[in-house]
T-cell receptor, first 110, second 114 residues
Framework: GENVEQHPSTLSVQEGDSAVIKCTYSDSASNYFPWYKQELGKGPQLIIDIRSNVGEKKDQRIAVTLNKTAKHFSLHITETQPEDSAVYFC?????????FGGGTRLMVKP | DAGITQSPRYKITETGRQVTLMCHQTWSHSYMFWYRQDLGHGLRLIYYSAAADITDKGEVPDGYVVSRSKTENFPLTLESATRSQTSVYFCASINGGASNYGYTFGSGTRLTVV
C-alpha cells in the first residue's frame, strides 16, 4: 500500500517568513495530493490540492509543487501570518482512498 | 445544516464499557471513513465504507465495529473500551467517483477511557 512521509514534524518561523513542508510517497499509482490544515480543536480542512498531471499550483499565499519522478510534493506558504499556525497534513492517493502523512505543527511567531 | 456532524464532541467512559460514536452526513456521499488521531501517529484509518452495507477494515480496526445501514450514518462502536483507545476520532466523507476532490472531515470526538 501507499506510504507517506512528512517532514518536518514541527516548524517554527517568524511572521512574514516563508514555510516549506515536504512529503514523499511510495506508490507510483497515486495521482491526487491534497493538503489539509487542522486548527486547534477542529477537524482537518482541505486547503489546496494537486493532481499528477500538474507540476505546480498556487492559491494566494500558498503553493504546492509535485515531482512525480522523485515521488515528492511540497507545500509552500509565503508571508506567514499568526493565523497560519496549525497542524498541516499531506496526503496521497488515487480513486477514493487517501493515505496521510504524520503531520507538521507550524508555529508562526509574531 | 448541511455537512458532516459527529456526536458526542467529548466522551469519558470506563474500561470495558461499550461506547458508540456517531457520524452523520447530509450530502449522500458514498464513501465514509473513521480515523483516530494520536500524538505522534497522525491520522490512522480504522474502517471505511464505500456504500450502505459495504464496510472494510483500515490500518487499525482491532477493537472497533462499524455498520452502515443508511448512506448518511456511519457509527463506530468500541465493544469493550480500553485505555489505548483514548484518542480523538474523526469521521470523513467523499462523494465517490473518478475524480477525487478530497475528504471532508467532521469536528471530531475526543474520547477518554478511564
Amino acid at each position: 500500500g501507499e506510504n507517506v512521509e512528512q517532514h518536518p514534524s514541527t516548524l517554527s518561523v517568524q511572521e512574514g517568513d516563508s514555510a516549506v513542508i515536504k512529503c514523499t510517497y511510495s506508490d507510483s499509482a497515486s495521482n491526487y495530493f491534497p493538503w489539509y490544515k487542522q486548527e486547534l480543536g477542529k477537524g482537518p480542512q482541505l486547503i489546496i490540492d494537486i493532481r499528477s498531471n500538474v507540476g505546480e499550483k498556487k492559491d494566494q499565499r500558498i503553493a504546492v509543487t509535485l515531482n512525480k519522478t522523485a515521488k515528492h510534493f511540497s507545500l509552500h506558504i509565503t508571508e506567514t501570518q499568526p493565523e497560519d499556525s496549525a497542524v498541516y497534513f499531506c496526503a496521497a492517493g488515487s480513486g477514493n482512498m487517501l493515505t496521510f502523512g504524520g503531520g507538521t505543527r507550524l508555529m508562526v511567531k509574531p | 445544516d448541511a455537512g458532516i456532524t459527529q456526536s458526542p464532541r467529548y466522551k469519558i467512559t470506563e474500561t470495558g464499557r461499550q461506547v458508540t460514536l456517531m457520524c452523520h452526513q447530509t450530502w449522500s456521499h458514498s464513501y465514509m471513513f473513521w480515523y483516530r488521531q494520536d500524538l505522534g501517529h497522525g491520522l490512522r484509518l480504522i474502517y471505511y465504507s464505500a456504500a450502505a452495507d459495504i464496510t472494510d477494515k483500515g490500518e487499525v480496526p482491532d477493537g472497533y465495529v462499524v455498520s452502515r445501514s443508511k448512506t448518511e450514518n456511519f457509527p463506530l462502536t468500541l465493544e469493550s473500551a480500553t485505555r489505548s483507545q483514548t484518542s480523538v476520532y474523526f469521521c470523513a466523507s467523499i462523494n465517490g467517483g473518478a475524480s477525487n476532490y478530497g475528504y471532508t472531515f467532521g469536528s471530531g470526538t475526543r474520547l477518554t477511557v478511564v
